[in-house]
């Protein structure tokens, strides 16, 4: 869910996702503990918020770029 939150927000510069309007976006977690813990002992939530910020974008789950990474901009 936090994934398509974050797509909606942004909207295409050439390679890149930017934020719409030019702004900046923060993700905001309001508590850390609470995403679910999956069988493999991830929370995906977490996982997906670490991803962005450390590699600057994720692998979008939309059907026709399904597996294809995602550059994100000004998070």
Not at 3 to 16: D, I, M, R, Y
Not at 34 to 44: L, R, T
Request: glycine share 8%; no cysteine; net charge negative.
């Amino acid at each position: 869910m936090l994934q398509l939150t974050v797509e909606g927000e942004l909207e295409s510069k050439g390679s890149n996702n930017v934020p719409k309007d030019g702004k900046e976006m923060i993700l905001f977690l309001d508590d850390m503990s609470m995403p679910k813990i999956n069988e493999w002992g991830d929370q995906v939530t977490l996982e997906l918020e670490r991803q962005v910020l450390e590699q600057k974008g994720f692998y979008t789950l939309k059907k026709d770029d399904i597996g294809k990474f995602m550059f994100i901009q000004k998070v």
